[in-house]
């Protein structure tokens, strides 16, 4: 990370919550495939090299993805879904190496997905939310 040999704190409880909201509560089937390319996308749209419009274009396709995937799994008598198999460290890893985000990106990246996460709620019926 540009010349930091340490991450704060504050930097890893921000990597924890991108990765509550990223592969638990989004998509739980994020795997080291699919998430990585969805980072590629958060990166683009902070730098401005897609617009609104096209991230939420790929976001709701994030969100289609992981709601196909809850749906093959709701038999009674199936497992509850099992946790991410991107772990945690493979998303801080993904972070430095891939991305070299630091925590003022960090801020970015979850406001960015905030807003989308506001922009479903407003525009989407109740009922609809909750499914």
Do not use: Q
């Amino acid at each position: 990370m540009s010349g930091h040999h340490f991450l704060t704190l504050r930097w890893h409880c921000l990597s924890r919550a991108l990765h509550i909201i990223l592969c638990v509560e989004l998509n739980s089937k994020a795997t080291r495939h699919t998430l990585p390319k969805f980072l590629d996308a958060i990166n683009w749209r902070k730098s401005n090299r897609i617009t609104e419009k096209e991230f939420t274009a790929i976001y709701d396709a994030w969100l289609e993805h992981s709601s196909n995937n809850k749906k093959t799994n709701t038999h009674p008598s199936s497992p509850s879904p099992s946790p991410s198999p991107f772990s945690l460290l493979s998303l801080r890893a993904t972070l430095i190496t891939r991305h070299n985000v630091e925590e003022s990106d960090l801020d970015l990246i979850l406001g960015i997905l905030i807003n989308e996460y506001n922009r479903k709620l407003i525009h989407a019926p109740m009922m609809s939310i909750f499914r």
